[in-house]
């Protein structure tokens, strides 16, 4: 880390996939507790970035770098789950803490899922199949699976794009309290400005000939504009 005080550092990354360049030369520097939109158009390379962080993709060039102690949780876009999947969903929020093994918990375990689902407003109906929960509620169990292992850096990747404004604004403020109170570190992947502006402390953009990043309130109308329809 050239920054001690950094829990993530991007180093000149680029990422080409065969005879298809996706981003080049990106540099990053992510800090404890701060809360950055990623933006860009369709096909830019927000989901190629993000899963290069989580060390599914290796990139071509550039190197990713951790705080050592850096827990990252993910939620992805919203996936369906089928009508008769079997697990609750509480059995669903604590999958991570078994090794998808269930159903042994340990007492401090069960007590951190309790913890989660009451947070996520899902304490409720922790006992119903998942596969029987609205869109959003699933969207909800994503999120706490993710909470559950106390990460220090969240990812949600598109993961509002299909719920209604109420559940957006829910689940965003939920994020967002853990934020502040928590000092959880958040990226979120979105392509709905509004919300970026609501939240985030900073913004990194990518387009097709470079990235740019700053505090939110430099990602104006016209840079949204210029960067979606180059
Ligand atoms: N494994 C892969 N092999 C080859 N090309 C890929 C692979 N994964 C992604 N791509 C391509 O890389 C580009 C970036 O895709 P990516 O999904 O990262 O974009 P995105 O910005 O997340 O898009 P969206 O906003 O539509 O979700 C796209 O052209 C995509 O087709």
Known sequence: MTTTQAILELNHLGMT???????NDLNLTVRPGEFWSIVGENGVGKTTLMRTILHQLRPT??????????????????????????????????????????????????????????????????????????????????????LVEAPSLLILDESTASL?????????????????????????????????????????MLTPQGTEQGPIAALTDEKVWRGERV
């Open 164 to 204: 209604d404004p109420v559940t957006k604004t829910e689940l965003l403020d939920l994020v967002q309290w853990l934020n502040q109170q928590q000092g959880l570190t958040v990226l979120f992947v979105t392509h709905d400005i509004p919300l970026a502006r609501k939240y985030s402390q900073h913004f990194l």
């Open 61 to 146: 060039t550039g190197r990713v770098v951790y705080d050592p102690s850096l827990r990252i949780g993910y939620v992805p876009q919203f996936r369906n789950i089928d009508a008769d999947y079997p697990l609750t969903i509480r059995d669903f929020v604590g999958l991570n803490l078994t090794g998808w093994k269930l159903p042994w918990l340990s007492r401090a375990e069960r007590q951190r899922v309790a913890k989660i689902l009451a947070e996520t407003g899902l304490e409720k109906i922790a006992t119903r199949p998942i596969g029987q929960a609205s869109g959003g509620e699933k969207q909800k169990a994503y999120l706490a699976q993710a």
């Open 17 to 23: 996939f065969p005879g298809h360049p996706v981003f």
